[in-house]
DNA sequence: TTTTATGGAAAGTTGAAATTTTCCTAAATC
DNA sequence: GATTTAGGAAAATTTCAACTTTCCATAAAA
């Protein structure tokens, strides 16, 4: 066996500081940051640049257009959007208790700064940047929908709860634990969610969801 | 007793064809079909003008920025957002009935294409326009959020149904109601959400309100 | 040394829109 | 008629930001 040495045949001009790849990813993180702070068409491609450390002749080596940035870093983000339990951590649990962690990772996921930030840009871009929508919706939003679902069908199936149908249960559950705190965040009439609002919402949600409020 | 004769005393030059304040109508309606349909930033003051028949010189005359446009179209529209019951029309009904004629209306007004285009509007220039964003929080979300809270805090007062926070529980109601749907319209997924549709969800929203899903 | 390539700094170029101005005609009063 | 005002059409101006280009110092191979 014999090993092939990695031809190290440098071309013949000045070498690269560094990759392209690790270009973009440097210039990805400021272009997220301004982006996430100012929105698409008020962030300039200077600003970015300069916080990139990187001129923009470079910037537009990588990225020809703004546009291209700006689906690159959202996609980006999108698809680190992951749900913080795994399924067969659940899997031990009570109902209530299983529910309740499933709505805290649920909340900490969507109430977040970051998460709000991204998902605010996408409804704003979603006219100019129509499959960017389409890209948050599945991979974002159905994504953890299907995760939810198929925990609330694994419950319906041994009979803890009563569904006819699980998808649009599901769909209100989400509802009932994010919506109202996310919007006010988003509209800048609220700061930041705390990890204690969000663990207390998630049991009363839980209360909800399970017992009803009606006094039969 | 003697009537005034309103002073026709007309000054001197050419006069209007009519009043400032009915041009500012017209422009207003103008640039709320535009703006709702292609956002902010993406609408031309030119083309607003041409579909209000009017100059741009007239425009400006009485619209001195378009920014002061936009709030202007906003607000308006904002003030129009009611929900469409009487509070004492529900009086009469048994708890589950009223309820749900309460999501019906909520749903018609937060799922009508109308009221989800200006939501995204205000959404996404409330960066820009942060006074609007704080108009909307309080005349669209709080306004309609406290008429249900009012509903909600009888109900309990009568002992129908048993919540410790009102105003949160009212908050996850809404959210139930209408959050996915009215994010699948925003994120273009979807198109209009059909009445039948909005009864339906109202009632099972009702259901899961009233008596969860756990099997007890 | 000469050749080749990299990438920063900074000065263009371009295009789209907002905002202003000019010019002009009509409709009133004096 | 002379003077004044309203308001349209359209050209001019301004602004702003994306995108390009130029110039140059530097590093490495030949």
């Known amino acids: 066996m014999e090993m092939q ?9 000045r070498p690269q500081v560094r990759s ?4 973009r990813s440097v210039l990805i993180d400021a272009a997220n940051e301004q982006f996430k702070k100012a929105g698409y068409a008020s962030t ?3 600003s970015i ?4 450390g990187v001129s923009t002749k470079t910037l537009y080596r990588l990225f020809p257009t703004k546009g291209d940035l700006f689906s690159e870093v959202v996609e980006r983000r999108i698809g680190s959007f992951l749900i913080g339990v795994d399924e067969h951590s659940l899997e031990g649990l009570e109902l209530r208790d299983g529910l ?10 969507t109430l977040s700064l970051d998460t709000i930030a991204i998902t605010r840009l996408v409804i704003s871009e979603s006219e100019r940047f129509p499959e960017l929508a389409t890209v948050f919706f599945q991979k974002a939003i159905t ?13 319906r199936d041994k009979k803890a709860i009563a569904l006819d149908d699980v998808a649009i249960a599901t769909g209100m559950l989400r509802g009932m634990m994010t919506m109202e705190p996310q919007r006010a965040v988003m509209l800048g ?5 705390s990890d204690d609002e969000i663990v207390s919402r998630a049991r009363r949600c839980c209360e909800l969801f399970l017992n009803g409020c009606a006094n039969i």
Chains 1, 2 share one sequence.
Do not use: F
């Open 143 to 155: 994504r953890t929908s299907r995760a939810m679902e198929r925990w609330l069908s694994a419950q």
């Open 5 to 13: 040495l990695k031809p190290i045949k440098r071309p013949r001009g």
């Open 100 to 109: 309740e962690r499933l709505l805290i990772a649920y909340g900490r996921l």
């Open 189 to 193: 009439q609220l700061g930041e969610i």
């Open 44 to 46: 300039n491609i200077n």
């Open 49 to 52: 640049a300069q916080m990139a």
């Open 20 to 23: 392209d790849d690790e270009t």
